[in-house]
Nanobody, 127 residues
Framework: QVQLVESGGGLVQAGGSLRLSCAAS????????MGWFRQAPGKEREFVAAISRSGGNTAYADSVKGRLTISRDNAKNTVYLQMNSLKPEDTAVYYC????????????????????WGQGTQVTVSS
């Protein structure tokens, strides 16, 4: 059973930075592809970033390209989301997601491709 625990959310001023972490127990080493999604009040859950099992391939939503960076440390079974130059529109609950994918380079940008989800962590960016 895979369990995901996010941390690192909080309140930050526009232009500031945060780093989210997602500890994945049950996804040994590089067995799971990972992703970050977010959901703002009254809106649907949207894709933010994804990283392949190997960590060598990444994908980003257009709205976050150049500002957010996804990475992973397979030795620690942890995925990170470095968030720079934050904007008020980045305010949302951020969710970590994981699933077993056969391809080591496969990237999954859709929520339905993930079986396992964390509880979410709130990110609030003030103007």
């Amino acid at each position: 059973q895979v369990q995901l625990v996010e941390s690192g959310g909080g309140l930050v001023q526009a232009g500031g930075s945060l780093r989210l972490s997602c500890a994945a127990s049950g996804c040994a080493y590089s067995s799971c592809g990972m992703g970050w999604f977010r959901q703002a009040p009254g809106k649907e859950r949207e894709f933010v970033a994804a990283i392949s099992r190997s960590g060598g391939n990444t994908a980003y939503a257009d709205s976050v390209k150049g500002r957010l960076t996804i990475s992973r440390d397979n030795a620690k079974n942890t995925v990170y989301l470095q968030m720079n130059s934050l904007k008020p529109e980045d305010t949302a609950v951020y969710y970590c997601a994981a699933n077993y994918f056969s391809g080591s380079k496969y990237l999954a940008p859709y929520p339905h491709e993930y079986r396992y989800w964390g509880q979410g962590t709130q990110v609030t960016v003030s103007s």
